[in-house]
C-alpha cells in the first residue's frame, strides 16, 4: 500500500523530541516490508537541508486569508533515509533555524498542511493512508472531509497518532478564515471548548486513533489537558501502540558515536572504556556509579525537581556518585542546575543544550538513566539505555510503565510513583546500593540488553490498522 507520514519533525531531518525518532525510523521498517511509503515534513534551515540534494516535484501557491505564500515540494534525490523524504518549502515561514516557538506558528503549521494537499490533489493517484502525526497535521483529516478543493481526497482513510496530548494547537475563530472553503454547517466540528483546537479536530475526523504506548491510551482518558471527554468518546476507533527503535541506529555493536563498541558478551569492558572517556570530558571519577539525565528540562519531564533532587542526592552520598545532565528548556532550571556546579565539582556536570554525538555517548557510559517524568506518552530514552546496558531509574507513567519493570520484580530497572524529589532520591539510594552488587548489577544490564523494542514488529500493527480503516471504504 501506499502509506503517506505528514510530521513538522523526522530524525535525522529535523529533530526536538521523540516524535523526529519515530517519523526517522518506522516508514523505513514499513519500506521494507514491502510497502511504499512517503514521508512529507516542512523544509527547515537545517544541515541536512544543505547537505543533500533535492529536486522540485510540485510548486503553487498558499492562500492564508489574505496572505499568498509560494511553495514547493522538494523530494531528496537518493531516498538514503530508505523513503521518500519531501521537504515542503515555505521560505516565509519555515527558512529558520527552529522548528517550533515562533508567534506565527499557527500560520506556519496550516500553511504547510494545505500546501501537503494541494500537492495531494495534484498527483494521478491518492494514497491508501495518509498517518498524520500531533497536532501540527491534525486540521488535514478535517480538511480532506470537508474543504471543497480537497474531493478527491474524501474517501482516503486518515489515522492521527499522538505523540504528546499536552500540545494541541489551539488558535481563535478569527482565524477560521484561513482554512480553504467548507460548508460552515460544519464549522462545529473545529470547535473544543470556544476555540479551534488542531489537535481535538484532528481526533474527531481522522478514521483511526493511535498513542505511542497503551498506557498513554488509558491515561489520557482521565489526564488529557481538557481532552479527556473526547478521548472517551473515540476509544471505539483508538488504539495504544508501543514505539520501537531504530536498532540499527541505536547499536553499541555498531555505534560510531562511542568511543568503544560493544555487545551483551562484552558490555562490561567496553560501557567502562566509554564511561572513563565520558568521565575525562566532564571531569567526574569513572569509578564510581555515574547517573546522567537526557532531554528537555520541562516540569512534564520532572526538569524541575532536577536541581533539588540532584543537590539532595549528591549531600547524601558525598564524593560517592557522580551526575551529568544533558538537555535544555526552562531557563530557570537551566540556571539552577548550572549553579550547583561549584558546590559539586568533581561529582557533577551539565551540558546546556543537546548534542546527538553525546547522547549516544551518555547511553554507553552512564551506570543509570534518570528519567522522573511527569508526562512520557511513550518515552524512548529508556528504550536506548536498555539496549546500551544502563538502567533507567523512572517514573511509573506512561510508556516508561509499559517498558520498565522494578528489578525488585526480576525486571530490568528501578521504578518509583511519584515525581518528587524523595522518590527520585530514594531511587537514587537503591542504585548505589545495586552498583555495589556487580553479579545483580550485569544480571539486570542483560535482561535490558536482550529486550527487544525494535520496529519490526510494531511496524506490522499500524499495518493492520491502516488496513481495518482502508476495508472501512
Not at 525510523?25 to 510497502?35: C, E, R, T
Not at 566532564?282 to 528537555?296: A, E, H
Not at 523494542?453 to 481495518?468: K, T
Request: charged content about 20%.
Amino acid at each position: 500500500m501506499e502509506i503517506f507520514h505528514i510530521s513538522a519533525e523526522c530524525y535525522p531531518v529535523a529533530k526536538v523530541g521523540g516524535l523526529a525518532d519515530v517519523v526517522g525510523a518506522l516508514p523505513k521498517y514499513q519500506n521494507s516490508a514491502g510497502h511504499q511509503v512517503r514521508v512529507v515534513m516542512p523544509c527547515y534551515d537545517t544541515k541536512f537541508r544543505k547537505k543533500n540534494e533535492f529536486e522540485c516535484v510540485h510548486w503553487g501557491h498558499v492562500k492564508l486569508g489574505s496572505f499568498n505564500f509560494p511553495f514547493n515540494i522538494l523530494k531528496e534525490k537518493t531516498d538514503k533515509l530508505e523513503f521518500e523524504l519531501y521537504l515542503v518549502e515555505i521560505p516565509e515561514l519555515f527558512d529558520r533555524k527552529e522548528v517550533y516557538g515562533y508567534e506565527d506558528d499557527i500560520e506556519r503549521f496550516l500553511s504547510f498542511q494545505i500546501a501537503t494537499l494541494d500537492w495531494m490533489i495534484g498527483r494521478n493517484e491518492v494514497p491508501d493512508v495518509i498517518n498524520c502525526h500531533d497536532h501540527h497535521t491534525g486540521l488535514i483529516p478535517f480538511m480532506m472531509l470537508y474543504c471543497h478543493e480537497y474531493e478527491k481526497l474524501r474517501n482516503t482513510p486518515s489515522m492521527i497518532t499522538i505523540h504528546n496530548g499536552l500540545y494541541q494547537g489551539q488558535f481563535g475563530f478569527d482565524k477560521l478564515y484561513y482554512l480553504p472553503k467548507f460548508d460552515l454547517s460544519h464549522v462545529k466540528v473545529l470547535e473544543w471548548d470556544n476555540y479551534i483546537n488542531s489537535l481535538a479536530v484532528g481526533i474527531k475526523c481522522a478514521w483511526a486513533v493511535t498513542t505511542v504506548s497503551p498506557n498513554y491510551l488509558n491515561e489520557i482518558n482521565y489526564s488529557a489537558n481538557g481532552l479527556e471527554s473526547l478521548f472517551n468518546l473515540v476509544r471505539y476507533k483508538s488504539k495504544g501502540i508501543l514505539n520501537g527503535i531504530d536498532i540499527e541506529v541505536w547499536d553499541p555493536a555498531k555505534d560510531a558515536m562511542l568511543s568503544t563498541n560493544y555487545s551483551i558478551k562484552n558490555f562490561e569492558k567496553g560501557k567502562q572504556e566509554n564511561k572513563e572517556k565520558l568521565c575525562n570530558l566532564f571531569n567526574l571519577d569513572p569509578t564510581k556509579p555515574l547517573f546522567s539525565f537526557i532531554g528537555r528540562l520541562l516540569e512534564e519531564k520532572g526538569g524541575d525537581l532536577l536541581p533539588h533532587a540532584s543537590a539532595l542526592a549528591l549531600s547524601e552520598n558525598y564524593q560517592q556518585i557522580n551526575i551529568l545532565i544533558l538537555g535544555s528548556g526552562n531557563t530557570l532550571i537551566e540556571n539552577q542546575l548550572n549553579g550547583l556546579l561549584s558546590d559539586y565539582k568533581g561529582n557533577y556536570n551539565t551540558f546546556i543544550g543537546y548534542n546527538e554525538e553525546l547522547a549516544h555517548l551518555i547511553y554507553a557510559g552512564s551506570d543509570f538513566l534518570l528519567m522522573p517524568s511527569r508526562v512520557e506518552p511513550c518515552g524512548l530514552n529508556q528504550m536506548y539505555s536498555l539496549r546500551y546496558g544502563t538502567i533507567p531509574i523512572v517514573r511509573r507513567t506512561g510508556g516508561l510503565k509499559d517498558t520498565v519493570i522494578d528489578f525488585g520484580d526480576n525486571g530490568n530497572g528501578i521504578c518509583h510513583d511519584q515525581a518528587s524529589v524523595a522518590d527520585i532520591c530514594y531511587s537514587i539510594q537503591r542504585a548505589v546500593d545495586l552498583y555495589q552488587d556487580r553479579k545483580k548489577l550485569n544480571e539486570i544490564r542483560k535482561i535490558g540488553m536482550s529486550t527487544d523494542h525494535s520496529w519490526s514488529s510494531v511496524c506490522q500493527e499500524y499495518i493492520d490498522i491502516y488496513n481495518l480503516i482502508i476495508n472501512k471504504k
